[in-house]
């Protein structure tokens, strides 16, 4: 079955510090892998996601096929980049999404 | 646009009663996702909604069940309630391509007693 594994509930950084959030996945087929955000009292939405290969408020993520990974970077931490962030991944077949149980980064001043 | 709006947005019952939620999404999108989410379990897939059948199903009890209407509002149902089925249940409209971006709504907070 897919799995997704995020080893890190808190990440904490100041400001101007590079950030790395962590992500596994395990899946037989061929995955789409995203990354959702969910800022303080906002709805769930979506950061990126492999396919489209862009950046998003400076963020970035690279699908690695040979180490099942798609972390989430960026150079230089800003404090409106504290949220919580899930990374989650869409079988082949379907529209259903499997989340990790994502990560909180805390951007401090 | 309006973005997905869930009703009612806080929901309390006691154990063995049932509940229906209601999700409508962004004027224009066909299908319609469920999710739960618990702090021990993180965002769990329920069901997804394209034109009125359901197009995929997640590992839930029968307890669980969903539709969708012509004007592609969704109901999700629960009945016979346990104390574990305690969640926010969110619901994410997408225009109805596979993989197309989620947008999800608020949730309804559900707790039973």
């Known amino acids: 079955a897919q799995r997704v594994t995020q080893p890190e509930k808190l990440l904490s950084v100041f400001k101007g510090a590079p950030v790395e959030l962590k992500c596994n996945y395990s899946y037989s087929g061929s995955p789409e892998l995203f990354w959702y955000v969910q800022y303080s009292r906002q709805r769930l939405q979506l950061l990126l996601r492999?396919?489209s290969r862009e950046s998003i408020k400076g963020f970035t993520a690279d699908l690695n096929k040979g180490e099942t990974s798609f972390h989430l970077k960026k150079p230089f931490a800003q404090e409106e980049d504290s949220a919580m962030y899930y990374c989650?991944?869409?079988?082949?077949?379907?529209?259903?999404?499997?989340f990790g149980t994502g990560t909180r980064l805390a951007v401090r001043p | 646009k309006a973005g997905v709006t869930q009703t009612p947005r806080y929901l309390i019952k006691t154990r063995g009663q049932q509940v229906t939620l209601s999700c409508s999404p962004i004027?224009?999108?066909?299908?319609v996702s469920w999710y739960q989410q618990t702090p021990g379990q993180g965002l769990q897939f329920l069901f997804e909604y394209f034109s009125e059948t359901q197009r995929n199903k997640g590992n839930f009890p029968g307890r669980f069940s969903g539709r969708q209407f012509s004007n592609s509002r969704s109901e999700m149902n629960v009945s016979t309630l346990e104390l574990g089925d305690s969640a926010l249940y969110l619901c994410a409209s997408n225009p109805g391509g596979i993989g197309e971006k989620l947008f999800f709504g608020s949730g309804t907070q559900l707790s039973v007693l």
């Open positions: 989650a991944l869409r079988e082949s077949s379907g529209d259903k999404l499997t």
């Open positions: 492999h396919i």
């Open positions: 004027s224009g999108h066909r299908s």
